[in-house]
Each structure stands twice: as C-alpha cells, then as structure tokens.
C-alpha cells in the first residue's frame, strides 16, 4: 500500500514557475514508476510526465516537453514536478500517481495503481 500527498500547487501569473511535490509513504518507493496527470475543468484527466522506479528513463506529454521537469529523490521517498513557463492552458488539478514497476512511456492512467488527492495550479494571464 502506498498513500501519496501533492503539495506546492497555487496561483502563478502565465511564463511564471511552480514546483509541485509528491510524498509518498511506505519502503518500496523505488520500486515505483511515477507519474503526474492533470484534469482541467469539463475535460478528461491526461497524462503530462513519468519517470521510472529506477530514475533513468522520463517521459513527456507533447504539451510540456521542454517546459516541465520530473524528478525524483527515492531517500525522500518524493517525486517532483518543475514546471516552467506557465500558460493559462496549463490549469489543473494535478495528480501524482504510482505504477510498480512500471514503463513510464505507459500513458494510460488505467495502469496506475495509486493515486494522490490532487493540488490545483491556476496560471493566470
């Protein structure tokens, strides 16, 4: 069982930054792949980044490719989301969530085994 907590989400004006972190419980953290999805008011959530359980393989949604960076510190049993260069498009809830051992090329939120509760990002232009 893993229980996951997002914090750092808030209100930023558009091309400002925000770190989002997740914590997560339990000893197997670093048997975990994982990801951050975000769902926008009146549309479905979608997958924006993973990073697999080792920490060397990432995975980007289009959208944020070169603007967003995951990140992970398995001793702090915490992943990372740095995102930069806010657009008002990026407003969500964003969600950490935790695939064993899992492929972080996997979009699909389907194969997620945990989840977190979510923190809102409002980008403001």
């Known amino acids: 069982q893993v229980q996951l907590q997002e914090s750092g989400g808030g209100l930023v004006q558009a091309g400002g930054s925000l770190r989002l972190s997740c914590a997560a419980s339990?000893?197997?953290?670093?048997?975990?792949?994982m990801g951050w999805f975000r769902q926008a008011p009146g549309k479905e959530r979608e997958f924006v980044a993973a990073l697999s359980w080792s920490g060397g393989y990432t995975y980007y949604a289009d959208s944020v490719k070169g603007r967003f960076t995951i990140s992970r510190d398995n001793a702090k049993n915490t992943v990372y989301l740095q995102m930069n260069s806010l657009k008002p498009e990026d407003t969500a809830v964003y969600y950490c969530?935790?695939?064993?051992?899992?492929?972080?090329?996997?979009?699909?939120?389907?194969?997620?085994?945990?989840w977190g509760q979510g923190t809102q990002v409002t980008v403001s232009s």
């Open positions: 969530a935790a695939d064993l051992w899992g492929s972080p090329s996997q979009t699909n939120e389907g194969v997620y085994d945990y």
């Open positions: 339990g000893r197997t953290f670093n048997r975990y792949t």
